[in-house]
């Protein structure tokens, strides 16, 4: 096996989508082409949810939330699947070309200086002013809508998974997320982890 890379070729990422609903207007059933987790700033043609070890405690923030505004909350849960082995080191941009999974809190120096480069080009000059360059969990969490962007440019297009900080309507703090593209045909289940409610599980490709 190469160092820093996972040899399991069919393995998956757990994603949770939070939703928010008047108590009134629950509805019966869910399609999973139609969910994303809120944020403050939408990501155009993506789905988004939490993941990792933030899962809980956004879960907690969301819970709270809903309370306060008395909602009801429907939590979503995903495996999403990657094709290529997972790069288990800090990843540099050299690496980027082998992998179809993009953590942003694991790369080098370098490539997040790259990733500055690009957001800098795409903020709006005056909201650049007040973004520390150095942390993702400021120039990325603060504008996850230019993701579409950097996935559009020839070295990131074969990524399928970005995994990112952001911020939601629900928390006042980044959280860690996970998004693919809207119809992405590697989404292997989908449930609904507290209410009877039917998950739709309508990507192409994709089977419970």
């Known amino acids: 096996m190469t160092e820093g890379v996972s040899n399991k070729r069919k393995n998956g990422i757990d994603v ?7 108590k009134k207007r629950v509805p019966a059933s869910i399609k999973v082409s139609e969910i994303t987790l809120p944020l403050t700033r939408k990501i155009p043609g993506y789905l988004t949810g939490l993941s990792g070890h933030q899962r ?10 809903a309370d306060q505004n008395d909602l009801k909350m429907i939590v979503i849960d995903l495996v999403v699947e990657f ?7 800090i990843m540099g941009y050299e690496n980027l070309k082998d992998h179809d999974v993009f953590v942003v809190s694991r790369i080098s120096k370098d490539f997040v200086g790259i990733l500055a480069n690009y957001w800098f080009n795409w903020i709006p000059k005056k909201a650049a002013q007040d973004i520390d360059w150095a942390r993702p969990s400021d120039f990325i969490a603060h504008h996850p809508e230019y993701i579409p962007d950097l ?32 119809g992405y045909s590697r989404i292997a289940k989908a449930s609904a982890r507290f209410h009877d409610i039917e998950v739709i599980l309508d990507t192409p490709g994709s089977a419970e």
């Open 16 to 22: 949770t989508v939070v939703l928010f609903f008047n």
């Open 56 to 65: 809980l405690e956004g879960l907690m923030f969301a819970r709270q939330y």
């Open 151 to 182: 996935l559009h440019l020839d070295d990131f297009k074969h990524i399928n998974i970005i995994t990112f900080p952001v911020y939601t309507t629900f928390h006042d703090k980044p959280l860690t997320a996970t998004a693919v593209r809207a």
């Open 83 to 89: 094709e290529k082995p997972r790069y288990l080191k």
